[in-house]
């Protein structure tokens, strides 16, 4: 069975201050590792999909690397509308769905 | 905005009562996924329709169901609600991708469900 372990569960920073947030999974075969954005009450914004160790992405003060059993989520100079919930989910041979960390909330304060 | 439209965007019933939620995928994608989010599970996988055709079953109970139609729209029926359906329900779309990686989910701005 696929699982996904977010940490850490909540994370405050300061404007400016970065961090970097933990996805580890286990997974049969791993054919994708998403990271998603969700704010309260929204759907999840899809933000990266990595698929093999050694990858990384970016986009605008977001930076996601993946290794073999876990991906981080860097976030450089954070602003407080980067304050959201960021979930992890990976997806492996057994099958179409997604299995879903239970997030880290990220509050970003002025 | 994802594309990908769900209505209603909220929905209060009652214990007994039988609700559908509706979901239409982004231009041009094939498959159709259901998840739930209660606060205490976070985001389950329910179900998968690729093409009018059931692809993929997660924890979803009896008296669910879904379908999805030839214009690839989807419904999830909810039949002899709880108060622990109580939840969001999003829907996902994707397009297949070419290669060994799995295609990307899209998801919709989901339904809230109250059941009272």
């Known amino acids: 069975e696929d699982q996904v372990t977010q940490s850490p569960e909540a994370l405050r920073l300061q404007e400016g201050e970065s961090s970097s947030l933990n996805c580890s999974y286990t997974?049969?075969?791993?054919?994708?590792l998403f990271w998603y954005r969700q704010d309260p009450g929204k759907g999840p914004e899809f933000l990266f999909t990595?698929?093999?160790a050694g990858e990384e992405k970016e986009k605008e003060r977001l930076k996601a690397t993946l290794t073999k059993k876990e991906s981080f989520l860097h976030i450089t100079a954070p602003k407080p509308e980067d304050s959201a919930t960021y979930l992890c989910?990976?997806?492996?041979?057994?099958?179409?769905?997604?299995?879903f960390g239970e997030g880290t909330q990220l509050t970003v304060n002025p | 905005d994802s594309g990908v439209t769900q209505t209603p965007k909220h929905l209060i019933t009652a214990t007994g009562q039988r609700v559908t939620l509706r979901c239409s995928p982004r231009?041009?994608?094939?498959?159709v996924y259901w998840y739930q989010q209660s606060l205490d599970q976070g985001l389950q996988f329910l179900i998968q329709?690729?093409?009018?055709?059931?692809?993929a079953k997660g924890n979803i109970l009896e008296r669910f169901s879904a379908q999805q139609f030839p214009d690839l729209h989807s419904e999830l029926n909810l039949s002899s609600l709880e108060l622990g359906d109580s939840a969001l329900y999003f829907c996902?779309?994707?397009?297949?991708?070419?290669?060994?990686?799995?295609?990307?989910?899209?998801f919709g701005p989901g339904t809230r469900l109250t059941v009272l």
């Open positions: 231009s041009g994608d094939l498959s």
């Open positions: 990595l698929y093999s």
């Open positions: 989910a990976v997806r492996g041979t057994s099958g179409s769905r997604l299995t």
């Open positions: 997974v049969s075969g791993l054919r994708g």
């Open positions: 996902a779309s994707s397009a297949p991708r070419e290669g060994q990686g799995a295609d990307t989910q899209y």
């Open positions: 329709y690729y093409n009018g055709e059931e692809r």
